[in-house]
C-alpha cells in the first residue's frame, strides 16, 4: 500500500510540475508574440506617418507630376490606414489601465457601461456626445457609435469587385478620452440639463457568494449624486423545437446519499483509466494484488538471507557440535602435562637469570683492575685496551629435576 502511495504522490508532482512548465512556457510565448505585433503596429504607423508628409512634399513641390499612391495594394484606399492599426494587441499594464480609468474610478471598479453617453475630449470628434458601444478591460479602451471613426483599408485577399477598398469604423478610443454625461437638475434654478461629469467614485458595495457577482454605486464626488446605471435591453430569445424544456432541466434525476459517491464508479471508470498511474483511488482487488506482490517481493528477500553457502554450513555444524559437548574437563594425564610444562618454562627461566648475574660479575671485575692501573699525566693521551672476552660456561645438570607430579 505504501508503494501505490508514493507512486501516487510521485505522479501529482509531475502533472504540477510538467503544468506549471507549460503555463510558463506559454505565458513567455504570448508575451513574446505580443511584444512582436505592438513593434509591427508602431513600425506601420511610423511609415504612414512618414509616407503622408512626403506625399504632401511631392504634392507641393511636383505638383501634377508627383507619383501616384493609389496603386497596387492601396488601389482605391488612399488615405486609409492598414487595418492592422484598427485596434491594439494584447494587454496593457494595470498601472497604464488605472491610469486610464483614474477619473471613472479605477480599472477594478470601472465606473462606466455600454449605454452611457459620452462625451469625447480628445481627437477629431472633440465635443461630440455618443453611447458606448463596447468596452475592452484588457486595453481600457471603448468604442463609441459613430464617433472617432475612420476609414480602414480591406485587404484584396477578403474582397470581391463590387466591395470597395475601404469601410469606414469606429476606432477604439482610450477611457482617459471620454466623460460621462448625464441630466442633473440645478438646485438653484430648477432646470435639468446635461452636465459633463470628470470624477467618479464608488460605493455601496454588494458581494453575491453564490454567483460571485459584484454591484455598487458610482457617486460624483462633492455633489454626493448617485448616477444610475443604464437599462438594459432583454434580450429577444426564441424557442425552438430543439430546445429543451425548462421544467426537464430543473427535474432532480439523482439525489446523492452518505451510502454513495455523487459519481457512479462505472462512469469513473469511464473518464479515466481503470490502471492509471495518476490514479488517487484504486478497486480493492487491484490494492490486495499490489500488496499480494510486494509481500511475495520481501518473502523472497527472507529466504536469500536464510540461503548459506557449504563453508558457513559447516562452520555452523561445528558450533552446534560444540554445544553439544559441553564445557570440557581435565583429566590426570592432562594436569600431569600441564606441570611438565610449567616447570620446564621455570628452569628455562632460572638459567638465563644465571648467566646475566655471571656476566655482570665479570664486567666489573675488568673494570677495577683497569682503574687501579697508573694515571698518565696531563695532555697525554691514553689508550685503554679493552680486556679479552671473559666466556663463562655454565655446566647444564646431566640430569633434569623432575618436580613431583600435583597431587589428586
Known amino acids: 500500500m505504501q508503494k501505490i502511495l508514493r507512486r501516487v504522490a510521485t505522479a501529482e508532482r509531475v502533472v504540477a510540475k510538467r503544468t506549471k512548465t507549460k503555463d510558463f512556457k506559454w505565458y513567455k510565448k504570448q508575451k513574446k508574440e505580443q511584444y512582436q505585433n505592438q513593434q509591427h503596429q508602431l513600425a506601420l504607423v511610423r511609415g504612414e506617418f512618414e509616407a503622408a508628409k512626403q506625399a504632401v512634399r511631392d504634392e507641393w513641390e511636383l505638383g501634377p507630376l508627383a507619383p501616384r499612391r493609389d496603386v497596387g495594394d492601396w488601389a482605391g484606399a488612399k488615405g486609409a490606414i492598414h487595418e492592422v492599426r484598427y485596434a491594439s494587441y494584447g494587454k496593457i499594464s494595470l498601472a497604464m489601465r488605472n491610469r486610464r480609468c483614474q477619473w471613472a474610478g479605477g480599472a477594478y471598479h470601472l465606473n462606466i457601461t455600454e449605454g452611457d453617453r459620452v462625451v469625447l475630449v480628445d481627437g477629431p470628434d472633440k465635443g461630440r456626445i455618443g453611447k458606448i458601444r463596447s468596452i475592452n478591460y484588457d486595453n481600457a479602451e471603448v468604442i463609441v457609435e459613430e464617433l472617432n471613426k ?75 449624486i448617485a448616477i444610475p446605471w443604464p437599462k438594459k435591453e432583454e434580450k429577444d430569445i426564441k424557442d425552438h423545437k430543439v430546445d429543451t424544456l425548462r421544467i426537464d432541466v430543473e427535474n432532480k434525476t439523482f439525489v446523492p446519499t452518505l451510502l454513495r459517491p455523487p459519481m457512479p464508479e462505472a462512469v469513473i471508470d469511464e473518464l479515466r483509466n481503470k490502471y492509471s498511474r495518476f490514479r488517487t483511488r484504486h478497486d480493492p482487488e487491484y490494492v490486495a494484488r499490489v500488496e499480494a506482490e510486494d509481500k511475495a517481493v520481501e518473502d523472497r528477500k527472507k529466504l536469500m538471507d536464510s540461503m548459506r553457502t557449504p563453508l558457513q554450513e559447516f562452520h555452523r555444524a561445528q558450533r552446534e557440535g560444540k554445544k553439544k559437548k559441553g564445557k570440557p574437563r581435565l583429566t590426570k594425564e592432562m594436569l600431569e602435562k600441564i606441570g611438565e610444562v610449567m616447570a620446564r618454562n621455570l628452569e628455562r627461566t632460572r638459567n638465563g637469570q644465571a648467566l646475566l648475574e655471571a656476566a655482570e660479575r665479570s664486567l666489573s671485575s675488568s673494570s677495577s683492575g683497569s682503574s687501579s692501573s697508573s694515571t698518565p699525566a696531563s695532555g697525554e693521551t691514553t689508550v685503554t685496551t679493552p680486556p679479552a672476552e671473559t666466556t663463562t660456561t655454565a655446566t647444564a645438570p646431566a640430569e633434569e629435576t623432575r618436580p613431583p607430579p600435583p597431587s589428586a
Open 150 to 224: 475612420s476609414n480602414v483599408r480591406l485587404q484584396a485577399e477578403l474582397r470581391d469587385a463590387e466591395t470597395p477598398a475601404t469601410f469606414n469604423i469606429e476606432i477604439p478610443i482610450p477611457i482617459s478620452g471620454i466623460r460621462l454625461v448625464h441630466p442633473i437638475k440645478d438646485p438653484a434654478t430648477g432646470v435639468t440639463r446635461d452636465v459633463i461629469i470628470n470624477q467618479l467614485v464608488h460605493g455601496g458595495f454588494l458581494h453575491d457568494r453564490v454567483s460571485g457577482k459584484r454591484r455598487w454605486s458610482r457617486i460624483v464626488p462633492g455633489l454626493n
